[in-house]
């Protein structure tokens, strides 16, 4: 569990939950960001429900408090006349990196026999937030890496010494503290969409590694079983993305019905969000623009395999033909020359087997060169 208070100045840092429940625990000005795993919210949930109840004056519904224990929820969007809820899948972390992505594979990657692993399985955690006028809760998977992973960047813009002089709204010009719960929570979004976009250049590279498995002609691809888990997971991912684009726009719907704040600076703080809300979702529509192009590339890339093999195909038959026609003829004159006749031409002359042989390899050669002319017998460029 971590617990931070932020100003427009500087984050503090709180060892303990319990405390922030009391009356003017928390500062004038200030906002709490409550993050937990689900295990810890499960077991900290009254200790939660009060802070809310005295930050916020309300608590959870629960069936949003079900929501954010729930691992197996979609990415999705809820709200009451309080608070919002948001939850959005995440990728799993793998081998500790922050994020959920996998460490940049080498730039030639040897890939095994099975082929590339990345696309074989795309795994997601839910990230739950409950979004309040003065806290925000997420509830993130055990790792907690996005929470840590920002929580670092959060500590560091809010150091001391690190801010700028204020600006005419009271908060430092250039400051990179979120200016409320709702925009730390799209940056928290950000970042797990950051993920996604930083694993495209993988799955541009191990695609790239099937397409030339498929198209090499010297190639015997037999490998069609992960080359269907591949594609199955793309289709999977781009699920995934299309239910965090959903639930995006959900939340940008309904900020754009709540009426315009008059006092100029809570208006200013609402439009910074909407701002950062519509490039979150360009980012996502970016993650789903690539997904889809590589599942067209996927696609393409098997067409194209059988485009090739069926072309080959063609080539070796043609030359087959071409060969058997050459030998038609010279088939004709040794079954002539064979028949059991007494007197046939040449037969009883001491030259007349070479100038049976020599006429053989004069059609031979005469229609060698005709069907060279034709293009019959030419080598296909690669």
């Known amino acids: ?111 095994g026999p099975e082929g590339p692993l990345l696309l074989k399985r795309i795994d997601t955690r839910p990230v739950g937030f409950a979004v309040f006028d003065r806290v925000l809760l997420s509830v993130h998977p055990e790792d907690g890496a996005v929470r840590d992973a920002y929580a670092a960047k959060l500590l560091a813009a809010g150091a001391p010494g690190t801010g700028a002089a204020p600006s005419g709204d009271g908060r430092p010009a250039g400051t990179r503290l979120p200016t409320g719960p709702a925009d730390l929570m799209l940056r928290l979004v950000n970042q797990i969409v950051d993920g996604y976009l930083d694993l495209r250049r993988e799955m541009t590279r191990q695609i790239d590694h099937w397409q030339g498995e498929l198209i090499d002609v010297k190639s015997r691809f037999s490998n069609w079983g992960a080359l269907m888990q591949a594609r199955q997971s793309l289709h999977q991912l781009d699920e995934i993305c299309e239910d965090q684009r959903g639930a995006l726009q959900d939340w940008i719907d309904a900020l754009e019905t709540l009426p315009m704040p008059e006092d100029p600076a809570e208006r200013r703080e609402r439009e910074l969000v909407m701002i950062r809300s519509r490039d979150v979702h360009e980012h996502i529509e970016r993650v789903v623009h690539h997904v889809r192009r590589l599942e067209q590339n996927a696609e393409t890339a098997v067409q194209m395999h059988f485009s090739v093999q069926s072309h080959r195909t063609n080539d070796i038959m043609r030359v087959l033909t071409a060969l058997t026609a050459v030998f038609l003829p010279l088939n004709l004159i040794a079954g002539i020359f064979g028949m059991n006749f007494e007197f046939i031409p040449l037969v009883h002359k001491a030259d007349g087997f070479w100038i049976a042989m020599g006429a053989m390899g004069v059609i031979a050669v005469v229609l060698i060169v005709v069907f060279w002319r034709k293009r019959y017998l030419a080598r296909t460029a690669r």
């Open 1 to 111: 569990m971590r617990s931070f208070e932020i100003n427009g100045l500087q984050v503090l840092e709180h060892d303990a939950l319990a405390p922030l429940a009391a009356p003017g625990a928390c500062a004038s000005g200030s906002y709490l960001w409550i993050s937990l795993t689900r295990e810890e919210f499960k077991g900290q949930l009254d200790t939660v429900q009060d802070v809310l109840q005295s930050l916020c004056g309300t608590q959870l519904v629960d069936l949003h408090v079900l929501d954010l224990l729930n691992e197996q929820l979609p990415s999705h969007y809820d709200y009451t006349s309080i608070y919002d809820v948001l939850v959005f899948r995440r990728l799993a972390t793998n081998q500790g990196s922050p994020g959920g992505v996998s460490p940049a594979p080498p730039a030639n990657p040897v890939a």
